[in-house]
C-alpha cells in the first residue's frame, strides 16, 4: 500500500478517498433534508468525515439549490463559470502545431486581436490546464504524434493462454543488425513462428536480403517438424494469426495451410496489438540479443559518427544464423517468461497434455511446393522458365506429361510428378548451370548498369531553380537552345508509336448520297474514285452498273460472292 493511500493516525480517510466521498455524503444529507430529518450532528459528522469545515459543507448543501449538477461534484468549480475549454477549434489547432502548446497561444492571440472589437485571449498558463483537463493523455499524445503514439496510452485486453498448438502467431523482423553478405552489408530478415500458449519459438528461417514466401514455407516446415534439429517444438496448429504481409497471403502458402488444415486469421491493418506474442518476441529479441552483436545498427554514436564504424568487423551470414539459433534454443529450454510463472517454454510445452498432429517430412515438402502446371518430358529434358531441367530417372520416359512442383526462388531443382496419376517421379536439376564465378560476374555487371542508369535518370530529371531573397515566382534555371529542344523532342517522339501515325494520310472517301451525314463530318471526306470492288474467282472485277458505280457482287451457288 502506498503511503498517501494509508488510513490516517487521527482515523481519517485519504484526501483523495475524501475527495471521491464528497458526492455521496452530499446527496444523503440531501435525502434527509428532503424528509425534513437533516440536524446540525448529521452535517458535523460528514465534515468531520470529509476533513472539512461545517460551513463548508452547509456551503454545499446551498448551492444545490442554484444548480443542481452541483450535487455530483460538490467543492469543484460550477459548470456555469466562464472559464476557458479546449474547443473544437483548440483542437484543431494542435493537431495544426502538432501538440505545441506555445505555437497555439501565439495562433489565438493574433485570432484575438483580429476580431472587431478585439477580445482577450486565454493566457498560457489558462491553455495549459484547459488542455491537460479537458484532454486526455492519449488524445495529447495523438495531436502530437499520431495515432500510434495515442496507442501507447490505450488499455488492451490479454487473451486467455489455451493449450499448446491451438494458436500461432507469425511475422517478419528486419534485423537491426548489420552482417556481411558476400563482401556486402546488409540487414537480414528473420521470419518467426511462435507458440502462444508456451511462448515456445517453433520455427525459425533467416534470409539475408527481403523475405518472400520462399522464407515462410521454410519457417513453416521448421516449425511444423519436431525431428532433430528442430526439437520437440512442433506439429499442426489449429490457426495461425498473420497480417496482411502479400508473402503470408499468396497462393502457395495460403495453399499449404489450407492442405495442412490450418486456418488463416488475417489481422487488419496496422494493428500489432492483435498478434502481441510475436510483437514481444521481436522487442526482446533486439534487447536480449542483436543489441551485443557488431553491426548494431541502433547503437548511440559520440557526435557525428555514422551509424557503423569503418573498422568494425560484421558477421559473417552463417555466423550470424548460427548465434540466432543458438539464442532460439535458449529462449525455448533455459528463458523465463513471466508469463508462465516461472516456467521455461519447453516446461510448459511438456505440461501440456493436448496430443499433437505429426505430419511426414515427405509430405510436409510436397505441401509447400508451388505448382507451375504439365509439361512434357522430351529428349532434351523438361523446359521450364526457357531453360531445360535434367535427371537421371528421365531415361526412357521421352514423351510423357508431367507437373512441376518447385520451392519458390529455388530455380536450381524443380520436383516432377506424373501429370495422369500424380506418383512422384523424381527431382530435375538445371542443365549447364553457370558457375559462381561466372554467377558474380554477371551480378556486378548488373549491378553497374543499374548504377549507370540510375545516375543517368537522375541528371536527366535534375531541375535547379535561383535562390532569392524577395518574394517572386520561381526562376528555372538550365536553358536550352531551340536545336537542343527540337532535337530532343524528335527523339522522344520516334519511340512512341502512336506519335508515327498518319491517320489523316489517305482521305476518307464521301458517304453514298442517300447517308444522312452531318456537315462537321462531310465536310473532311473528299470525293474520291469509284470504288473498286475485290476481284472474283475467275479474276474478273465485277461489272458497273448503270449509275456507273461497282455493281454488287452476286452470290454463287455455294453462297460465295462472285
Given at each position: 500500500?502506498?503511503?498517501?493511500?494509508?488510513?490516517?493516525?487521527?482515523g481519517?480517510?485519504?484526501?483523495?478517498?475524501?475527495?471521491?466521498?464528497?458526492?455521496?455524503?452530499?446527496?444523503?444529507?440531501?435525502a434527509?433534508?428532503?424528509?425534513?430529518?437533516?440536524?446540525?450532528?448529521?452535517?458535523?459528522?460528514?465534515?468531520?468525515?470529509?476533513?472539512?469545515?461545517?460551513?463548508?459543507v452547509?456551503?454545499?448543501?446551498?448551492?444545490?439549490?442554484?444548480d443542481?449538477?452541483?450535487?455530483?461534484n460538490?467543492?469543484?468549480?460550477?459548470?456555469i463559470?466562464a472559464?476557458?475549454?479546449?474547443?473544437p477549434e483548440?483542437?484543431?489547432?494542435?493537431?495544426?502545431?502538432?501538440?505545441?502548446?506555445?505555437?497555439?497561444?501565439r495562433?489565438?492571440?493574433?485570432?484575438?486581436?483580429r476580431?472587431?472589437?478585439?477580445?482577450?485571449?486565454?493566457?498560457?498558463?489558462?491553455?495549459?490546464?484547459?488542455?491537460?483537463?479537458?484532454?486526455?493523455?492519449?488524445?495529447?499524445?495523438g495531436?502530437?504524434?499520431?495515432?500510434?503514439?495515442?496507442?501507447?496510452?490505450?488499455?488492451?485486453?490479454?487473451r486467455?493462454?489455451?493449450?499448446r498448438?491451438?494458436?500461432w502467431?507469425?511475422?517478419?523482423?528486419?534485423?537491426p543488425?548489420?552482417?556481411?553478405?558476400?563482401?556486402?552489408p546488409?540487414?537480414?530478415?528473420?521470419?518467426?513462428?511462435?507458440?502462444?500458449?508456451t511462448?515456445?519459438?517453433?520455427?525459425?528461417?533467416?534470409?539475408p536480403?527481403?523475405?518472400?514466401?520462399e522464407?515462410?514455407?521454410?519457417?513453416?516446415?521448421?516449425?511444423?517438424?519436431?525431428?532433430?534439429?528442430?526439437?520437440?517444438?512442433?506439429?499442426?496448429?489449429?490457426?495461425?494469426?498473420?497480417?496482411?504481409?502479400k508473402?503470408?497471403?499468396?497462393?502457395?502458402?495460403?495453399?499449404a495451410?489450407d492442405?495442412?488444415?490450418?486456418?488463416?486469421?488475417?489481422?487488419?491493418?496496422?494493428?500489432?496489438?492483435l498478434?502481441?506474442?510475436v510483437?514481444?518476441?521481436?522487442?526482446?529479441?533486439e534487447?536480449?540479443?542483436?543489441?551485443?552483436?557488431?553491426?548494431y545498427?541502433?547503437?548511440p554514436?559520440?557526435?557525428?559518427?555514422?551509424?557503423c564504424p569503418?573498422?568494425?568487423?560484421?558477421?559473417?551470414?552463417?555466423?550470424?544464423?548460427a548465434r540466432?539459433?543458438?539464442?532460439?534454443?535458449?529462449?525455448?529450454?533455459?528463458?523465463?517468461?513471466?508469463?508462465?510463472?516461472?516456467?521455461?517454454p519447453?516446461?510448459?510445452?511438456?505440461?501440456?497434455?493436448?496430443?499433437?498432429?505429426?505430419?511426414?517430412?515427405?509430405?510436409?515438402?510436397?505441401?509447400?511446393?508451388?505448382?507451375?502446371?504439365?509439361r512434357?518430358?522430351?529428349?532434351?529434358?523438361?523446359?521450364?522458365?526457357?531453360r531445360?531441367?535434367?535427371?537421371?530417372?528421365?531415361?526412357?520416359q521421352?514423351?510423357?506429361?508431367?507437373?512441376?512442383?518447385?520451392?519458390?526462388?529455388h530455380?536450381?531443382?524443380?520436383e516432377?510428378?506424373?501429370?495422369?496419376?500424380?506418383?512422384?517421379?523424381?527431382?530435375?536439376?538445371?542443365?549447364?548451370?553457370?558457375?559462381?564465378?561466372?554467377?558474380?560476374?554477371?551480378?556486378?555487371?548488373?549491378?553497374?548498369?543499374?548504377?549507370?542508369?540510375?545516375?543517368?535518370?537522375?541528371?536527366?530529371?535534375?531541375?535547379?531553380?535561383?535562390?532569392?531573397n524577395?518574394?517572386?515566382?520561381?526562376?528555372?534555371?538550365?536553358?536550352?537552345?531551340?536545336a537542343?529542344?527540337?532535337a530532343?523532342?524528335?527523339?522522344?517522339?520516334?519511340?512512341?508509336?502512336?506519335?508515327?501515325a498518319?491517320?489523316?494520310?489517305?482521305?476518307?472517301?464521301?458517304?453514298p448520297?442517300?447517308w444522312?451525314?452531318?456537315?462537321?463530318?462531310?465536310?473532311?471526306?473528299?470525293?474520291?474514285?469509284?470504288?473498286?470492288?475485290?476481284?472474283?474467282?475467275?479474276?474478273?472485277?465485277a461489272?458497273?452498273?448503270?449509275?456507273?458505280?461497282?455493281?454488287?457482287?452476286?452470290?454463287?451457288?455455294?453462297?460465295?460472292?462472285?
Amino acid at each position: 500500500m502506498e503511503d498517501g493511500d494509508a488510513i490516517r493516525s487521527d482515523g481519517g480517510l485519504p484526501a483523495a478517498s475524501r475527495t471521491a466521498l464528497r458526492g455521496p455524503a452530499v446527496r444523503r444529507l440531501l435525502a434527509l433534508r428532503a424528509g425534513k430529518k437533516l440536524t446540525a450532528d448529521h452535517v458535523r459528522v460528514a465534515a468531520d468525515a470529509l476533513g472539512v469545515s461545517e460551513r463548508t459543507v452547509w456551503r454545499w448543501l446551498a448551492a444545490v439549490q442554484s444548480d443542481e449538477t452541483a450535487a455530483a461534484n460538490p467543492g469543484a468549480r460550477s459548470q456555469i463559470d466562464a472559464r476557458f475549454t479546449v474547443t473544437p477549434e483548440v483542437r484543431g489547432l494542435l493537431a495544426l502545431w502538432k501538440g505545441n502548446v506555445r505555437a497555439v497561444h501565439r495562433e489565438l492571440v493574433l485570432r484575438a486581436a483580429r476580431q472587431s472589437p478585439p477580445t482577450d485571449a486565454p493566457s498560457l498558463t489558462t491553455l495549459h490546464r484547459a488542455i491537460r483537463r479537458d484532454l486526455t493523455p492519449g488524445e495529447r499524445a495523438g495531436l502530437a504524434g499520431g495515432e500510434r503514439a495515442a496507442r501507447k496510452h490505450d488499455v488492451f485486453l490479454a487473451r486467455p493462454r489455451g493449450w499448446r498448438n491451438q494458436v500461432w502467431e507469425t511475422d517478419h523482423m528486419q534485423a537491426p543488425v548489420l552482417v556481411d553478405v558476400e563482401g556486402k552489408p546488409r540487414r537480414p530478415w528473420v521470419t518467426w513462428f511462435t507458440d502462444c500458449s508456451t511462448n515456445a519459438i517453433t520455427g525459425v528461417a533467416v534470409t539475408p536480403v527481403h523475405p518472400s514466401r520462399e522464407s515462410v514455407l521454410a519457417a513453416l516446415r521448421s516449425a511444423v517438424l519436431r525431428e532433430d534439429p528442430y526439437g520437440p517444438f512442433g506439429g499442426l496448429p489449429e490457426k495461425v494469426r498473420v497480417d496482411r504481409g502479400k508473402d503470408f497471403l499468396s497462393r502457395t502458402v495460403t495453399a499449404a495451410f489450407d492442405l495442412l488444415e490450418v486456418t488463416v486469421e488475417d489481422l487488419p491493418a496496422y494493428t500489432p496489438h492483435l498478434k502481441g506474442t510475436v510483437e514481444g518476441l521481436h522487442r526482446a529479441v533486439e534487447s536480449m540479443f542483436l543489441a551485443a552483436l557488431p553491426g548494431y545498427a541502433r547503437q548511440p554514436r559520440p557526435g557525428k559518427r555514422p551509424s557503423c564504424p569503418k573498422d568494425e568487423v560484421l558477421l559473417g551470414f552463417e555466423d550470424f544464423t548460427a548465434r540466432l539459433l543458438a539464442w532460439t534454443r535458449w529462449w525455448n529450454t533455459e528463458h523465463h517468461p513471466a508469463p508462465l510463472r516461472g516456467r521455461t517454454p519447453l516446461q510448459a510445452w511438456q505440461d501440456d497434455p493436448t496430443p499433437l498432429r505429426d505430419v511426414a517430412a515427405a509430405d510436409l515438402w510436397t505441401f509447400t511446393l508451388e505448382d507451375a502446371g504439365t509439361r512434357t518430358l522430351t529428349t532434351r529434358g523438361i523446359r521450364f522458365r526457357r531453360r531445360d531441367y535434367v535427371g537421371a530417372w528421365m531415361t526412357g520416359q521421352a514423351g510423357i506429361q508431367v507437373r512441376i512442383r518447385f520451392m519458390p526462388h529455388h530455380d536450381h531443382r524443380i520436383e516432377v510428378y506424373h501429370a495422369a496419376t500424380g506418383r512422384y517421379l523424381g527431382p530435375a536439376d538445371l542443365a549447364d548451370q553457370a558457375t559462381e564465378e561466372q554467377v558474380s560476374a554477371v551480378r556486378r555487371a548488373r549491378s553497374a548498369r543499374a548504377r549507370r542508369l540510375k545516375k543517368d535518370l537522375e541528371a536527366s530529371q535534375r531541375e535547379r531553380y535561383a535562390a532569392v531573397n524577395q518574394p517572386e515566382a520561381p526562376q528555372r534555371l538550365g536553358v536550352l537552345t531551340t536545336a537542343q529542344a527540337e532535337a530532343e523532342l524528335a527523339q522522344a517522339a520516334g519511340t512512341n508509336l502512336s506519335d508515327l501515325a498518319m491517320p489523316d494520310l489517305i482521305p476518307l472517301a464521301a458517304p453514298p448520297a442517300g447517308w444522312r451525314t452531318p456537315a462537321s463530318l462531310a465536310a473532311l471526306t473528299t470525293p474520291g474514285p469509284p470504288v473498286r470492288y475485290p476481284y472474283g474467282r475467275d479474276g474478273a472485277s465485277a461489272p458497273d452498273g448503270r449509275d456507273r458505280r461497282a455493281a454488287p457482287p452476286t452470290p454463287d451457288e455455294d453462297g460465295d460472292s462472285s
